[in-house]
C-alpha cells in the first residue's frame, strides 16, 4: 500500500488563489520531507527541503515567499502555493526518504490556474 | 553538481524487442542510483536501485549496472512488453546531502 499520502491529486482555481497541498508519510516518521515541481516534458526539479520542526531549505531560483513550507510533524508536510498565477500551474509531487534509501512519493498534485 | 543525463525519448519499440535507455550522471562524492518508473496516471515507483560501484540492479526483468568508470547507469530490458509503457526516470542520490537529482525522463511506448 501507499506509504506518502498527498491530497489533493488535482486542482483547478482561480488567480490569486492560494493553495494548499498536504502530504503525509503513513508508515514512518519522516524528519525530511522534499517538495518537487514537474514542468510538462521535464524531469522533476527540487523546490525545497523541508525539515521537521524547522524551516525549509529552498533550491536557488525558487520563491520562499510564493511557495510556503511547514513541517509541523513527523508524518505532515504542506506546501501553499501563495496568490497563485497561471505560470505556477505544474504537477507538484512530494517524497520522503532517510540516508541512501529510496523515496517515497507522493501521488502527486496536478495544480491549474486559470 | 550533481545532476544526471537521460536518453531523450520517446522510445518505441515493439513487443519483446531489447531496450536500452542510457543515463550518465556527475556527482561530487559517492551517489546512489536508481532508476524510477511512472506509469501513466501514477506516481513514481522505484524500479531499481545500486549503491555503489559494479552494483547491478533488477527488477521485472529490468537490469542496470553502476559503472563508475564511465559515470553510467544504464537501464535495459531483453524483451519488453506492452506493459512496460511508462516514463523512466534516473535518479542519483548523495548520501550526505540527502536528495535525489533525477534525468528529464524517457517515455517508452511498447507496441503489440
Known amino acids: 500500500g501507499a506509504v506518502v499520502s498527498q491530497h489533493p491529486s488535482r486542482v483547478i482555481c482561480k488567480s490569486g488563489t492560494s493553495v494548499k497541498i498536504e502530504c503525509r508519510s503513513l508508515d514512518f516518521q519522516a524528519t525530511t520531507m522534499f517538495w518537487y515541481r514537474q514542468f510538462p516534458k521535464q524531469s522533476l526539479m527540487l523546490m525545497a527541503t523541508?525539515?521537521?520542526?524547522?524551516?525549509?531549505?529552498?533550491e536557488q531560483g525558487v520563491e520562499k515567499d510564493k511557495f510556503l513550507i511547514n513541517h509541523a510533524s513527523l508524518t505532515l508536510s504542506t506546501l501553499t502555493v501563495t496568490s497563485a498565477h497561471p505560470e505556477d500551474s505544474s504537477f507538484y509531487i512530494c517524497?520522503?526518504?532517510?540516508?541512501?534509501?529510496?523515496?517515497?512519493f507522493g501521488d502527486g498534485t496536478r495544480l491549474s490556474i486559470l | 553538481g550533481n545532476s544526471v543525463t537521460q536518453m531523450e525519448g520517446p522510445v518505441t519499440l515493439s513487443e519483446e524487442a531489447f531496450l536500452t535507455i542510457n543515463c550518465t550522471y556527475t556527482a561530487t562524492g559517492y551517489p546512489s542510483l536508481f532508476w524510477y518508473v511512472q506509469y501513466p496516471g501514477e506516481g513514481l515507483q522505484l524500479l531499481l536501485k545500486?549503491?555503489?560501484?559494479?552494483d547491478k540492479g533488477s527488477n521485472k526483468g529490468f537490469e542496470a549496472t553502476y559503472r563508475k568508470e564511465t559515470t553510467s547507469f544504464h537501464l535495459e530490458k531483453g524483451s519488453v512488453q506492452v506493459s512496460d509503457s511508462a516514463v523512466y526516470f534516473c535518479?542519483?542520490?548523495?548520501?550526505?546531502?540527502?536528495?535525489?537529482?533525477f534525468g528529464a525522463g524517457t517515455r517508452l511506448t511498447v507496441k503489440p
Open positions: 535518479a542519483l542520490n548523495i548520501f550526505n546531502n540527502n536528495d535525489m537529482r
Open positions: 517524497s520522503c526518504g532517510a540516508g541512501d534509501q529510496p523515496q517515497h
Open positions: 523541508s525539515n521537521e520542526g524547522s524551516k525549509a531549505t529552498y
Open positions: 545500486a549503491t555503489k560501484a559494479d
